[in-house]
């Protein structure tokens, strides 16, 4: 018979392997999930522009150049840098820049995607299964997506792959181009715990994300992306929630959404769920939880007027409380051309980008951050910032923005380095939508983003201390004081108060890294998304837990059945 002290060891043994396997599993688990997926760095090498050479039949394109606004997926094979991937599906992309480019009549510079495992499931290229090549469409300096995209990473939010790329198609030079990771399910297991939850890209009916009825059939514009039989209870209870004053920590992760909104509204970027089209962006649910995740950024830095901007301030800030609006007609033509813009000929580029540093933009309101519509109209933002808990946090980011990425050193720096690399490519490009002059004046003339993220940086801190008041550009029912240093107007959001009046807490500094590299507040307290110290299992994970429990709990009444019959024995 055993001896009781080897009993006791057994069981000794058995906590040490359960504790060991809880405290190892989630990291085995984030490794299982990536492991393979070297596409973010290998694909996305941002130390140099990687070259895409696609070879398709000549009748296949000839038939997608003629009829580019069909998005007919073709077959072809792409060699990115040096390495060949064969029978992969090939078309083109976009909305409103595509729909653009048909009209300019002499220009096929289109955006493309690529879809390696489009005709076979198990094909990638390390990881990788969709890769979508951006036009840099209605912008002269080529970076305003791949800046943002940086921006978004430095908030810590999941952020697709991102890298200049120089296409070429069937040996001609197409030009250079921004190569973005598709978001999708391979993006989902490299950024979150799980991966399996459902991704939806809202565009249409329901984008808004109002609340219409019970029945998600009548969101026809929500465009459930992954698990096609999901019920999607948990977009029911979401909707519920930020419409109906639910408890949005049960459905939200609500830091993330605060990061996510507070650099969204810093880039103005208004071709957006803060703008009038209400898209450009996605949400993933996991395990009830809804992120927010970054999408189409070429408008980003005030590029995108449609819907009209927000009545700016006074600049004069010592005169904040003589708060003027401008007729935004008068100060917006969307249309408007260029000089010496190739790929005319008889078509007309909107280019949203050429008066993007106007006080509209400049000014965007950080209180009430729409444009071309109200925070009633979008109440996932507007149940986010009605709660003063979260304002406060969502205005820390943007302190931390301001005072950090938006600096003139950092932004200086960036956009140096990036124009260093491109330059050679832009020179190049046969296809630009810009001449070389219209580039060299974005990137180092009198109005560039770097001015822009300067003169936006300045007005975000004095939104934040009070000295520059923001006019609310519509009223809203939201019920709190309209931003006007403690002054009561109908509708509108409270302004950062300092102190001096209103019923807003006072501003505190956000509590920023005292190494000074700028990193936000609480940006690793993300709640599904894959880092260091995240404590997320997956259904397995717990399944797998639950079994050693149990076997932990057989084992222990073992021994205590084996002790009660020695004593009788």
Do not use: C
Not at 372 to 395: F, Q
Request: charged share 25%; no cysteine.
């Amino acid at each position: 018979m055993l001896k009781s002290r080897y009993v006791a060891a057994a069981i000794g043994l058995l906590i040490m392997i359960f504790i060991a396997v809880m405290f190892f599993l989630p990291q085995l688990q984030v490794e299982k999930a990536t492991k393979g997926n070297t596409y973010t760095e290998s694909v996305f090498d941002q130390s140099k522009v990687t070259k895409v050479d696609i070879t398709v039949a000549d009748d296949d394109l000839d038939t997608i150049l003629d009829n580019p606004s069909e998005k007919e997926i073709v077959n072809a094979d792409v060699t990115i840098d040096g390495e060949t991937v064969k029978n992969v599906g090939f078309r083109t992309k976009g909305n409103l820049s595509l729909n653009s480019v048909v009209q300019m009549g002499d220009s096929d510079r289109y955006s493309w995607k690529i879809d390696f495992d489009h005709y076979q499931e198990d094909q990638d290229l390390h990881g990788l299964k969709k890769l979508a090549l951006n036009n840099n469409y209605s912008d002269p300096t080529y970076m305003r997506e791949y800046l943002s995209y940086e921006l978004m990473e430095k908030m810590g939010i999941a952020t697709p792959g991102h890298s200049y790329m120089y296409v070429t198609i069937n040996g001609k030079e197409w030009g250079l181009y921004l190569g973005v990771e598709a978001i999708e399910e391979t993006f989902l297991n490299t950024n979150f715990a799980d991966g399996t939850g459902d991704l939806y890209y809202p565009d249409g009916t329901g984008s808004d994300l109002k609340w219409i009825s019970e029945d998600i059939d009548a969101y026809t514009g929500l465009n459930l992306k992954t698990n096609d039989h999901s019920d999607q209870s948990a977009m029911i209870n979401m909707l519920d929630a930020i419409n109906n004053e639910g408890n949005l920590e049960e459905v939200l992760d609500v830091d993330e959404m605060l990061r996510y909104f507070a650099a969204n509204t810093a880039l103005v970027n208004l071709d957006h769920y803060q703008g009038d089209k209400k898209h450009n962006y996605y949400l993933y649910e996991e395990n009830g939880i809804f992120s927010i995740l970054p999408w189409d950024y070429n408008m980003s830095f005030g590029g995108y007027s449609g819907g009209g901007g927000r009545q700016g301030g006074d600049t004069n800030l010592e005169n904040r409380n003589e708060v003027t609006a401008k007729d935004n007609d008068a100060e917006q033509d969307d249309t408007k051309l260029p000089e010496e813009a190739p790929n005319m000929n008889g078509g007309r580029m909107m280019d949203m980008s050429s008066n993007f540093m106007n006080e509209n933009n400049i000014n965007f309101s950080i209180t009430e951050p729409v444009s071309g519509t109200s925070l009633d109209e979008r109440p996932l933002l507007k149940a986010l910032l009605s709660n003063d808990e979260y304002r406060e946090k969502y205005y820390d980011y943007l302190d931390s923005i301001a005072t950090d990425f938006f600096s003139k050193e950092k932004m200086t720096a960036m956009t140096s380095e990036i124009t260093t690399l491109i330059t050679p490519y832009v020179k190049s490009d046969p296809t630009k939508f810009y001449t070389m002059n219209e580039f060299i004046e974005a990137t180092s003339g009198e109005e560039t983003l770097v001015e822009f993220a300067s003169q936006r940086a300045e007005s975000i801190l004095a939104q934040l201390s009070g000295d520059l008041v923001i006019e609310a550009e519509a009223e809203s029912s939201m019920g709190v004081k309209a931003p006007n240093m403690g002054a009561e107007e109908p509708g509108g959001l409270q302004a950062p108060n300092m102190g001096g009046g209103g019923d807003m807490p006072a501003m505190h500094p956000p509590d920023m890294n005292p190494g000074g590299n700028g990193s936000p507040p609480d940006v690793n307290g993300m709640m599904n998304q894959k880092g260091p110290g995240n404590s997320s299992y997956s259904k397995e994970t717990v399944i797998l837990s639950l079994v050693l429990l149990i076997l932990l709990l057989g084992a222990l009444a073992f021994a205590q059945f084996f002790r009660r019959r020695g004593k009788t024995g």
